[in-house]
């Protein structure tokens, strides 16, 4: 019998903190950029064409998630357990819907890498992410902006009669609502796990799903393809492509210049590995130990693609890999699944379509000696045999289409977690009917209370006394439209300005944010989104008198600290990129206290000294310690700073650099 309940877990934890209250108008950095289009005569014509499909510009409406740190203490957090005489899930619907364990009774093995801490790093999206289990990433490339969000979560009748478990959101960077649903059938040993993504726009959508498992990596990680499309920069050397220009060659597998990277604890540096999976051949991927025994994941054919991802054992994977956990803990590498081949291309969603597709995780055991044998192709072949002798792919099949009957509709019966409001408001915007995830108007809380009361009078209402910032803004086009029609006052133009950046009328956005700044009580909002606008269009010495400007105005206004620290922090970096010093330093005197003790701070307060030539102070601030909490996956800023104060070796604590040639 497959029993559901609520349940916690406690471990130590840093709390997420608050959001940051400015719009992301950042455009994003070119690890969102398509691949070079001289690199794509030799793909397939779909793959070439979903490789350029749809990038990112902005990370807009999804707030930026770094609030955290990384002083940690005991964590209690609401989870959700799955569970048979086989096998026990245990979810966490307010991160994300991950799946933290996946425990297998009989043998008590742990089949995923757990991670025994909850330490947010900057990885996802917008920031706030966290190692280990099972996720789903929807949106764009990379982890998904609900990393560290809450989804909706109940229990659904399963397609066996039995209970399971539905999660589902509006995702905002697409506009589009998911769910996922996860059960175990009686005396199984897979949790099945079935994903419908729907379109109900009038228009077309890009698309974007994986689902990423953490395993040990010291396994073996087996696919059914003997070649893998590798990411890399231009100048040929292979690594993990963050932030810099990239090619794709398809490399051999396993063995690639002269070492087997299918073993992710032998790779020298952090890498992508995407299997060239043949059409026809069944989806699965697997990490098996010396013993022949691990995870394998398995799944209909809409989800292709399958991935190994390592980090190599550099000493800037290493260090990532401390700094996600605590010390001592094992490494892990990442096996995943998706939608394309890599995680580079986005495909289309039509008006009205929606994609579905079901997967399966559970044990495997095959015999070690042809797992770890020199003979990968009969590997791959006890793999598979071994699949199908404990889940035949007709059965993933039947499951699927039992499943899209009886199941992807049911309506949930038990109410077992709340995710956000945005779905309720986008289904009351466009009267939606979205069967099997109800988003209900309960769910709409003070966030989306502003943009109820225009949709429903037309006026956009100001911020209520005592607000601290204009509040989140939504940037799709219907939302757009009626800000140009609402009364414009400086609040409407503020939020119309953002919307029309996230359009690319960068000339507009500007004019609204103008127009608004005329008539503004509270200034600071409107100063800092042109201070963005001058930064991206190439005028850095604007962007920083704009800054001051902002800055100025926002401690007058008495703004809390989480706005201060915000502001503060963009305003210091451009400052002291501009050789600004004195009015570096007046913004760094009026940060609250607690802010300047973080990490973030006591690098930029280096730089600061540095910039003032300070230089041995500016030693003395890496000598007495910090930790930027919210250091974003590939950064090189510690270490250049380092070099530009000494000679020496960068020290481990701050060698986080990855890419090949650096940090050995």
Excluded at 364 to 379: M, S
Excluded at 543 to 558: I, N, S
């Amino acid at each position: 019998m497959t029993t559901v309940r609520r349940a916690e877990l406690t471990l130590p934890g840093a709390p997420l903190g608050p959001d940051n209250p400015l719009p992301a108008l950042r455009t994003l950095d070119r690890s969102h950029a398509v691949v070079d289009p001289r690199d794509t005569a030799d793909l397939p014509r779909d793959m070439a064409r979903q490789l350029g499909h749809a990038p990112l510009r902005t990370l807009l409406p999804a707030p930026l998630r770094d609030g955290y740190g990384r002083e940690r203490a005991p964590l209690t957090l609401d989870t959700i357990v799955i569970e048979n005489d086989r096998l026990r899930a245990t979810v966490l619907p307010g991160l994300g819907g991950r799946i933290h364990s996946l425990h297998h009774k009989p043998t008590g093995r742990e089949l995923v890498y757990r991670n025994p801490v909850f330490q947010p790093a900057a990885f996802a999206l917008n920031g706030a992410w966290f190692s280990g289990g099972i996720e789903w990433n929807i949106g764009a490339r990379g982890h998904t902006t609900l990393s560290c969000a809450p989804l909706h979560a109940a229990v659904v009748p399963a397609p066996d009669g039995g209970e399971m478990v539905r999660l589902w959101e509006w995702e905002r960077l697409r506009d589009l609502p998911f769910q996922v649903d996860l059960w175990l059938p009686a005396d199984s040993d897979f949790l099945y796990v079935a994903v419908r993504i729907r379109n109900p726009h009038p228009r077309a959508a890009a698309v974007y799903w994986w689902s990423n498992t953490a395993v040990p990596e010291d396994r073996r990680v087996l696919a059914p393809a003997d070649r893998a499309w590798l990411p890399h920069s231009l100048n040929g050397v292979g690594g993990t492509p963050t932030g810099y220009e990239r090619a794709l060659s398809r490399v051999p597998v396993p063995v690639l210049d002269g070492a087997d990277r299918t073993y992710p604890a032998l790779g020298p540096h952090p890498a992508d590995y995407f299997y060239d999976v043949p059409d026809d051949s069944r989806r699965w991927i697997a990490a098996l130990d010396e013993t022949g025994a691990g995870l394998v994941q398995t799944s209909t054919d809409r989800l292709r693609g399958r991935k190994l991802f390592l980090w190599g054992a550099g000493r800037g994977g290493r260090r990532w890999q401390e700094w996600l956990t605590e010390p001592g803990t094992p490494g892990y590498a990442e096996i995943q699944a998706g939608l394309a081949r890599t995680q580079l291309e986005h495909l289309t969603m039509e008006p009205g379509e929606e994609l579905s597709w079901l997967e399966a995780y559970g044990p495997l055991v095959a015999d070690p000696a042809a797992v770890h044998g020199a003979d990968w192709a009969a590997a791959r072949e006890t793999v598979e045999r071994g699949l199908e002798a404990v889940l035949p792919r007709s059965a993933v099949d039947a499951a699927h289409e039992a499943w899209r009957r009886t199941g992807a509709d049911a309506a949930p019966v038990k109410s077992l977690a709340t995710g956000s409001g945005w779905g309720a408001l986008e289904v009351l915007r466009a009267e939606l009917d979205l069967p099997g995830t109800p988003f209900d108007p309960a769910s709409l809380g003070p966030e989306q209370q502003p943009w109820l009361e225009l949709l429903r009078t037309g006026v956009l209402p100001g911020p209520r006394a005592g607000e601290p910032s204009p509040g989140p803004t939504l940037v799709a086009a219907p939302w757009r439209d009626m800000l140009e029609t609402a009364p414009a006052d400086p609040a409407t133009e503020y939020h119309l300005g953002v919307a029309q950046w996230h359009a690319g009328d960068l000339a507009q956005a500007v004019r609204s944010w103008e127009r608004g700044l005329q008539r503004a009580d509270a200034r600071w909002p409107l100063l800092r989104c042109l201070a963005v606008a001058e930064q991206e269009g190439g005028h850095p010495k604007r962007a920083a008198e704009r800054y001051v400007e902002a800055f100025d105005d926002l401690c007058a206004a008495g703004a809390g600290d989480t706005e201060r620290a915000a502001l503060g922090r963009e305003a210091l970096t451009v400052l002291v990129d501009q050789g600004l010093t004195e009015e570096a330093r007046a913004v760094w005197e009026r940060l609250p206290g607690p802010a300047r003790e973080r990490g973030a701070f006591r690098f930029l307060e280096a730089r600061l000294l540095l910039a003032e030539g300070r230089t041995a102070e500016a030693r003395a601030v890496y000598d007495a310690g910090f930790e930027v909490a919210d250091l974003r996956e590939g950064a090189e800023v510690l270490g250049e700073l380092w070099s530009a104060l000494t000679d020496e070796p960068v020290p481990d604590a701050y060698e986080f650099r990855m890419r090949p040639g650096h940090g050995e």
